[in-house]
């Protein structure tokens, strides 16, 4: 006697068959979702290191101090000065070292002013070892007091112009600031006698009747 032997699922109702059916199939569709989402996560982390590498470039180039009332004076030749307040912002104390104004100026130098005991005058002589700036506290560049000397010009620094100097700090950071350039009748600076700046010796921001005209610096 043949008999016909059925699966136990052919043996079920037909409306419970394909509740299995269902189930089995969100049961392999949920798996393909996880398998997915792994291989999303393992890409999203590979697409991560692209925007690290951005992120410490960044920090290379961040502002060091943060300048305000910044202006430099204007000047036909020989010399000018760049004024400002600087104040550190960070948690660690800043020296600023030195300045660069290669395409404006031949010397550029952080000056500070001194009294000379004998006449009773203020007199400006480089700055040695730079401006240190604790943390939140700001320094002042000001006319008659310390400040960032441009000398031997190499072009003319013209009112409404504005002018760039890169400054320099002890742990190799750079900064560059950009200032208008304004008329001023005021801060004739005068060396403490004996000063010698790129072989000169006591100066004065006036320039010499008989120098000639220097050609308009572009806006550097």
Known sequence: MNMSIETPARSLPRPLRRGITTLLAVGFAATALTGCAADGNQASGESQAPAASSAEGNAATEQVVELSDGWAKAADSNMTSVFGSLKN??????????????????????????????????????????????????????????????MELQCAVKSGTDLTVELEFNDDRTQQITVPVRDYAGAQEHYAPGEEHSGHG???EMPAPETSALPECHEH
């Open 89 to 150: 912002t960070g948690d660690q104390p800043v020296t600023l070292e030195a300045i660069d104004a290669t395409d404006v100026a031949g010397v550029a130098e952080l000056h500070e002013t001194v009294m000379n005991d004998q006449t009773g005058a203020t007199e400006m002589k480089r700055v040695e070892g730079g401006f240190e700036i604790a943390p939140g506290e700001t320094k002042t560049l000001e006319p008659g007091g310390d400040h960032m000397m441009l």
């Open 202 to 204: 006591e100066h004065s």
